[in-house]
């Protein structure tokens, strides 16, 4: 070794523990920074070929210490297990969110359900039959008809209603899964970079790992690391975002509720129409789940499927109680009548509508008796009862939707626990300790005053050594 060499090896003593105490303070700064993951200094120590005389051989201790780089504290298996139970609890959170909203348009139980609208029609023919001809319950009986057309078609409206926002807010999470993945392509391009030139990238990687995660709660995407240091995020098995390049995706299909079984609602790969993109979890899926149009079997998209159940009860309704109503005879003699009318170009629900508009409209008696026969009445009446009836259609619809919104809640309730347990696992292991930074700290300040009286050591040494031996052939 040099006689000057211990100099390089105190200064390298000095400099590691200097920027050990840089990482330390910048760790202490962003301790309240969300998504910054703690750094740690790798050093390694310095050696070297042993020189000096024939034959030697081995290594020579004493070179000092080499700070490699600032490692970053995070764990790939934690952060996969956030973007995985991200995904999950999304989509199931969306779910539940729309499942409640329809639940929370049938007013069940109250005075404003239709189950009660339907028990004052019911009992209104009951008043007819009981006094037929009379003014007065007939107008109650055309109020209370007028009642449940009405609380059907405002029903159906709340169901297209919400149609509406769902799509319009899975377009608006698409354009934040775009814009998520272009910027995890401009970091990915500035990782790289600073990989290749031997910087450290932690900073970057810290704000991608936050849009990784983002990307997995809206689209349930996986994530692989690269050798170069850049992801590759996938997408139902397609790379959405590799190196520093990015596609798009985009939603197509029907605007309206009753255009989704023609064009049901889709995720396509803007670079490819007519490709759709494999969606396995998040909240764009949950969306696109409760978009879909209703099925034979029910299980369609859940406001598809609600809004269904509303057309079938008014096509019910309005079949039921007009078959009986047209083999009845009014108070004037007329026959032949329909008590409830569909209109043929608005869904039933909202096309539903009371033909009569008086006590002569109404069909109370069988054909060919007296003006005080309630036979027809008391028939129509009696339509309440029985499995098949509106009202029993009506409490399974009721029954099966909060039973499914009850279910659908439980479900994201534990997938949002499971998910909070993620991060809470990930943020532990990742996050800055203030009392550990204060012991590495204060390491450090004892490792750089220790080398600095090495330093200082070897300075006194060479002084006497160079100033104080005395001069030659003396």
């Given at each position: 070794?040099?006689?000057?060499?211990?100099?390089?090896?105190?200064?390298?003593?000095l400099?590691a523990?200097?920027?050990?105490?840089?990482?330390?303070?910048?760790?202490?700064?962003?301790?309240?920074?969300?998504?910054?993951?703690?750094?740690?200094?790798e050093?390694?120590?310095?050696?070297?070929p042993?020189?000096g005389?024939?034959?030697?051989?081995?290594?020579?201790?004493?070179?000092?210490?080499?700070?490699?780089?600032?490692?970053?504290?995070?764990?790939?298996?934690?952060?996969?297990?956030?973007?995985?139970?991200?995904?999950?609890?999304?989509?199931?959170?969306?779910?539940?969110?729309?499942?409640g909203?329809?639940?929370?348009?049938?007013?069940?139980?109250g005075?404003?359900?239709?189950?009660?609208?339907?028990?004052?029609?019911?009992?209104?023919?009951?008043?007819v039959a009981?006094?037929?001809?009379?003014p007065?319950?007939?107008?109650?009986?055309?109020?209370?008809?007028?009642?449940?057309?009405t609380t059907?078609?405002?029903g159906?409206?709340?169901?297209?209603?919400?149609?509406?926002?769902?799509?319009?807010?899975?377009?608006g999470?698409?354009?934040?899964?775009?814009?998520?993945?272009?910027?995890?392509?401009?970091?990915?391009?500035?990782?790289?970079?600073?990989?290749?030139?031997?910087?450290?990238?932690?900073?970057?990687?810290?704000?991608?790992?936050?849009?990784?995660?983002?990307?997995?709660?809206?689209a349930?995407?996986?994530?692989?690391?690269?050798?170069?240091?850049?992801v590759?995020?996938?997408?139902?098995?397609?790379a959405?975002v590799?190196?520093?390049?990015?596609?798009?995706?985009a939603?197509?299909?029907?605007?309206?509720?009753?255009?989704?079984a023609?064009?049901?609602?889709?995720?396509?790969?803007?670079?490819?129409?007519?490709?759709?993109?494999?969606?396995?979890?998040g909240?764009?899926?949950?969306?696109l789940?409760?978009?879909?149009?209703?099925?034979?079997?029910?299980?369609?998209g859940?406001?598809?499927?609600?809004?269904?159940?509303?057309?079938a009860?008014?096509?019910?309704?309005a079949s039921?109680?007009?078959?009986?109503?047209r083999?009845?005879?009014t108070?004037?003699?007329?026959?032949?009548?329909?008590?409830?009318?569909?209109?043929?170009?608005?869904?039933?629900?909202?096309?539903?509508?009371?033909?009569?508009?008086?006590?002569?409209?109404?069909?109370?008696?069988?054909?060919?008796?007296g003006a005080?026969?309630?036979?027809?009445?008391?028939?129509?009446?009696?339509?309440?009862?029985?499995?098949?009836?509106?009202?029993?259609q009506?409490?399974?619809f009721?029954?099966?939707?909060?039973?499914?919104?009850?279910a659908?809640?439980?479900?994201?309730?534990?997938?949002?626990?499971?998910a909070?347990?993620a991060?809470?696992?990930?943020?532990?292991?990742?996050?800055?300790?203030?009392?550990?930074?204060?012991?590495?700290?204060?390491?450090?300040q004892?490792?750089?005053?220790?080398?600095?009286?090495?330093?200082?050591?070897?300075?006194e040494?060479?002084?006497t050594?160079?100033?104080?031996?005395?001069?030659?052939?003396?």
């Open positions: 070794m040099s006689t000057f060499g211990p100099l390089g090896t105190a200064y390298r003593g400099s523990a200097q920027q050990a105490m840089d990482v330390a303070g910048h760790n202490v700064a962003n301790v309240g920074t969300d998504g910054y993951t703690r750094q740690r200094i050093q390694s120590s310095i050696s070297a042993a020189q005389w024939a034959g030697a051989t081995g290594v020579q201790a004493g070179q000092g210490v080499s700070v490699d780089r600032t490692a970053r504290l995070g764990s790939a298996l934690m952060d996969a297990s956030v973007r995985l139970t991200a995904s999950s609890a999304g989509y199931l959170a969306q779910r539940s969110s729309a499942l909203r329809v639940e929370s348009t049938l007013r069940e139980p005075t404003d359900g239709l189950s009660a609208r339907l028990t004052a029609f019911w009992s209104a023919w009951h008043d009981n006094r037929p001809g009379d007065g319950a007939s107008s109650a009986l055309l109020s209370a008809a007028g009642q449940v057309a059907l078609s405002t159906r409206t709340a169901l297209e209603t919400q149609w509406a926002d769902t799509a319009t807010d899975a377009r999470m698409v354009s934040s899964l775009n814009d998520a993945a272009a910027q995890v392509a401009a970091l990915n391009k500035q990782i790289r970079s600073a990989v290749a030139q031997g910087g450290s990238p932690n900073e970057l990687v810290d704000a991608r790992a936050r849009l990784t995660e983002s990307i997995s709660s809206l349930g995407a996986a994530v692989r690391d690269e050798p170069d240091g850049t590759t995020v996938y997408l139902g098995g397609n959405l590799r190196g520093d390049s990015a596609r798009s995706v939603v197509v299909g029907a605007s309206a509720l009753d255009g989704a023609a064009s049901p609602p889709r995720l396509e790969w803007a670079d490819q129409p007519g490709h759709e993109v494999g969606l396995e979890g909240t764009i899926a949950g969306a789940s409760v978009l879909a149009p209703a099925q034979a079997d029910g299980t369609g859940a406001i598809a499927e609600a809004a269904a159940s509303y057309d009860l008014a096509r019910s309704i039921s109680v007009n078959a009986v109503h083999g009845g005879q108070p004037t003699g007329a026959t032949g009548l329909d008590f409830f009318r569909l209109d043929p170009t608005q869904p039933p629900a909202r096309g539903l509508s009371v033909v009569p508009t008086s006590a002569d409209g109404i069909a109370t008696g069988a054909v060919g008796s005080l026969d309630s036979s027809t009445a008391d028939a129509i009446a009696q339509l309440s009862r029985g499995s098949a009836s509106p009202d029993a009506w409490a399974a009721v029954t099966a939707t909060g039973s499914a919104s009850r659908a809640t439980q479900q994201a309730t534990i997938a949002d626990t499971a909070g347990n991060k809470q696992a990930q943020v532990s292991g990742a996050s800055v300790s203030l009392d550990e930074e204060s012991v590495g700290l204060m390491a450090a004892h490792a750089y005053q220790a080398a600095a009286r090495v330093l200082s050591a070897i300075d040494a060479l002084d050594l160079i100033n104080r031996t005395g001069s030659v052939g003396r």
